[in-house]
């Protein structure tokens, strides 16, 4: 059974549906590559969706040892190289007003960030630079 279903709405923008709940996201080409720059771009998509799984997986080892990840924050910043046109680095800088003070803890954590599915499944030509601020 589909995950996504998706559909091209013209002048460069996409529009995809989780069919379980019935979510949407549009897509936009980025302004440097012909488009509107008006919605998240695919590469935007793509390195959004790597600091999103790498806290989910933060947050489900922290619930695992009833630790709350309360006030994390994370910036990406995707790096694109020019020809061939794609992904050459994905900077996620995480940061953390009130971190807890079990070093253990917090290593867990990133271990936990490095390893997760996007991670993990992402061309390990891309690379992937974590700063953690806590």
């Known amino acids: 059974m589909p995950t996504i ?8 923008r996409t529009e995809s549906e989780h069919l379980q709940s ?3 996201i549009l897509t936009d080409a980025p302004v440097d590559n012909n488009g509107k ?38 910036e990406v910043t995707k790096i694109m190289q020019a020809s061939p046109r794609k992904i050459s680095e994905i900077i996620v800088d995480f940061h953390w007003e009130n971190p807890i003070s079990d070093t253990a803890m917090i290593q ?12 993990l499944s992402l061309d390990p030509a891309i690379k992937q630079t974590l700063k953690f601020d806590f």
Do not use: H
């Open 5 to 12: 279903k998706s559909s091209y709405l013209g002048n460069l």
């Open 22 to 24: 019935g979510t949407q």
């Open 37 to 74: 720059g008006e919605k998240f771009s695919p590469t935007d998509l793509v390195a959004s969706a790597l600091g999103s799984c790498m806290v989910t997986i933060m947050g489900i080892v922290a619930n695992r040892d009833s630790v709350s990840l309360e006030g994390l924050t994370w």
């Open 108 to 119: 867990k954590l990133k271990n936990a960030a490095k390893t997760c599915p996007v991670a």
